[in-house]
């Protein structure tokens, strides 16, 4: 067959080849699909390319941080649950995971295909079900779907797009969130109209900021981004330009990248222009400066201005209307603190202590009468339609909350490659920024609410409605509250030893949901962050020089209670992949001493290269599979020179069939390397070693000889 792809139209098999064997599937079990097929083709192909469609799937709903790909995770799922091996099954997985919206007579064939083989619909858990991609599509199998997760805002997400949006048909749903939605915003630019007295000139303001000298009080600026527009065939900037008692702007056409500023060294350090004096950067000392005002005229793209007079609101008008919002909210603005962790919250280290002064005076009131909007909208639909279709619907409306707070808050950047505005919270961490952009959230600039909107409508469209009804749980994968032996399949996606902390992340939008979502869903929004007592990170921050034997220790907690839940015959599919050799042990740690063998090491290559914060970066995009089954037989010792052999021998063959499959070196390295780490998974120690540190840089050694450029690093947790 043919398909496009993003390596290009080529000839492609319907399905990959075996998997490399690393255990054999215990003579209790009976055989799987994913046993007898790779999904690294199908899956990651339509893995890649989705993330760059919007609107496909539910993802555009809400705001959570790595997720897999729809299409990929529907292909896992389903070849973890098929107990048909056949030509025809081969052919269905292949075409479930070949587009991010699966037609209905492929999903029914999918669903016959899955049901094969049970008595009765088969039960699959989400330990960690972040932002519910997996039990998703797992319910869209046809099974009986259960998710569990620590983190509030992730059992909000889940239960809104899994459960509450189940309860209203397809078609009656799309009207009443485009109705509801359009009513919101309509309502929004009306009581926000004096906030903006140039809003129709302008939809997008950068802003800057000056601080005093402590020693002569000259007023300078802060500026790191004196771009305007880097465009083709476009370049404008400013310089600063010293006066007598302050710095002013100018703006230039003829920039250096290296133009000075008042930044002296990495240590946060400030150079007075005037006198010398050095100090260190606080923006509780700063005062917001606008630089500019663009606009954006059809045909003739965005102009940039300097003429900012007028452009903002008296503060006292702000202020009065922030107030107003809040009096009518019964509420008062979010004072939850941010964690002063360098590295990982950086403007907490500059003075940004809550949540509230992520944005500026304007930005919070928008933001105010957007929840205000969105509470008003809430009470008029329980009065004309239901109470359930209230929460529905502005459930999924609680989306434009994300927007403002991740497109329009003091860390939202100015991109001047494209002239567009960048969200602040993709994470891993969140870096200081001393030049953001403000949006008019419902003016004709980049990042508005109104495309939001579109977004939402069309993810709330793509929620197919699922045969059973899903279970979504506030727990923690530690302590599951499942019976022993209840489940056929555990396909899971926990978090990466210390890639994200996803309850710092998730505060940003908790904090401000929580005004609206308390009257939805009052249990899960009463404290005033998200619970991180028992997440799986690995955090210095937090546990100090015990992280990482924490993270050994939790992860193992968690993979001994999907031994226990697991039926005897079940498959448990756990993605994972790091860039360090302690975030590789804890993998193997946590599975050692577990009656679990992982039979195959399966690679997925399904993230997007590009990113808003490196738009050019070649970023490794590989995560792997491991699928483990139950043994009764003891793990043995093994001597380290024979695995490295045996991983010579998976090296020649993965190179060549993800090769063929138009994989990249560096993406083909981190699969060859995880089958060592699989490998290390299933024995008892490793003789001829003295650690299995060791082991993993003897490993790593081996990947290099055919890819000199991979590495492994070594380096503690954050």
């Not at 459930?395 to 707070?405: A, K, P, T, W």
């Not at 799986?536 to 220790?553: K, N």
């Amino acid at each position: 067959m043919t398909q496009d792809t993003l390596f290009g139209t080529q000839e492609v098999s319907t399905h990959g080849g075996p998997s490399p064997e690393l255990s054999c599937v215990p003579a209790t079990a009976s055989a799987r699909l994913i046993d007898e097929a790779m999904t690294h083709y199908e899956a990651s192909v339509a893995g890649f390319a989705e993330r760059y469609r919007r609107g496909e799937t539910p993802h555009t709903v809400h705001v959570w941080w790595a997720r897999r790909p729809h299409s990929a995770m529907r292909s896992l799922v389903f070849a973890c649950l098929c107990k048909d091996k056949s030509k025809h099954s081969l052919e269905v997985m292949s075409t479930v995971g070949a587009v991010s919206s699966v037609p209905h007579h492929v999903l029914k064939s999918a669903r016959m295909a899955v049901a094969n083989g049970y008595a009765s619909s088969p039960k699959v858990l989400d330990m960690f079900g972040g932002g519910g991609t997996i039990p998703f599509e797992a319910s869209n199998l046809g099974a009986d779907a259960y998710s569990i997760d620590s983190n509030e805002l992730s059992v909000f997400i889940q239960r809104s797009i899994l459960i509450h949006a189940q309860s209203i048909p397809p078609a009656t749903l799309h009207k009443l969130v485009r109705s509801s939605g359009s009513r919101i915003l309509e309502r929004l630019k009306q009581e926000s109209a004096s906030l903006f007295p140039r809003r129709s000139e302008c939809g997008t303001y950068l802003w800057s900021y000056s601080t005093a000298c402590r020693k002569c009080n000259y007023r300078f600026y802060l500026s790191k981004r004196q771009w305007f527009s880097k465009k083709k065939g476009k370049c404008l900037g400013f310089e600063l330009v010293n006066g007598s008692t302050s710095q002013r702007i100018s703006f230039t056409k003829h920039k250096s990248d290296t133009a000075e500023t008042a930044w002296v060294g990495r240590n946060g350090s400030i150079k007075c222009p005037k006198c010398g004096n050095i100090e260190t950067a606080d923006i509780r000392n700063c005062k917001d400066e606008l630089v500019s005002i663009v606009s954006s005229q059809s045909g003739e793209g965005k102009t940039f201005s300097p003429d900012i007079e007028g452009a903002v609101a008296a503060e006292a008008l702000i202020s009065d209307t922030e107030q107003s919002a809040l009096d009518t909210l019964h509420a008062d603005l979010p004072q939850s603190v941010l964690p002063v962790w360098s590295g990982i919250v950086n403007p907490a280290v500059y003075g940004v202590r809550t949540h509230s002064d992520v944005l500026n005076h304007r930005q919070r009131t928008v933001l105010l009468l957007l929840i205000k909007a969105l509470c008003e909208e809430h009470e008029w639909l329980k009065d004309t339609q239901s109470a359930t279709i209230a929460n529905v619907v502005i459930s999924l409306l609680s989306g434009l909350i994300d927007q403002l707070v991740d497109w329009n808050c003091r860390l939202s950047m100015w991109i001047p490659q494209n002239e567009q505005v960048g969200r602040a919270f993709c994470g891993p961490g969140i870096p200081m920024l001393w030049d953001y952009a403000e949006t008019d959230p419902v003016g004709n600039g980049p990042s508005n609410l109104y495309s939001k909107l579109e977004r939402i409508i069309a993810g709330t469209a793509a929620i197919t409605v699922s045969p059973l009804k899903c279970h979504v749980e506030h727990g923690y994968a530690q302590e599951l509250p499942y019976p022993s032996g209840f489940f056929d399949a555990i396909v899971t996606d926990p978090p990466y030893y210390d890639n994200i902390y996803y309850s710092v992340l998730a505060d940003f939008f908790f904090s401000w949901k929580r005004i609206l979502l308390q009257r939805i869903e009052p249990t899960l929004f009463t404290a005033k962050g998200v619970d991180s007592s028992r997440e799986l990170v690995a955090s210095a921050f937090r546990c100090g020089a015990d992280a990482h034997q924490d993270y050994c220790h939790e992860l193992g907690l968690a993979v001994n209670e999907a031994q226990r839940v697991m039926k005897s015959d079940g498959v448990f599919a756990l993605l994972y992949s790091h860039a360090s050799l302690r975030g590789w042990e804890a993998l193997v740690r946590a599975y050692r001493p577990a009656s679990l063998y992982v039979t195959s090491v399966q690679p997925l290559s399904i993230e997007r290269k590009q990113r808003p914060r490196a738009m050019t970066s070649d970023a490794v995009n590989t995560c792997v599979v491991f699928v483990a089954r139950r043994g009764e037989s003891r793990k043995t010792e093994q001597e380290l020179g024979s695995m490295c052999e045996r991983l010579r021998t998976l090296r020649t063959d993965l190179h060549r069939d993800l090769k063929a499959a138009g994989w990249q070196d560096e993406d083909i390295a981190v699969a060859v390397y995880a089958q060592g780490v699989g490998m290390l998974m299933n024995v008892s120690n490793v003789s001829g070693c003295v650690d299995d540190i060791e082991a993993l840089q003897a490993f790593e050694a081996v990947v290099k000889e055919e890819f000199p450029d991979f590495k492994v690093t070594s380096r503690g947790s954050l």
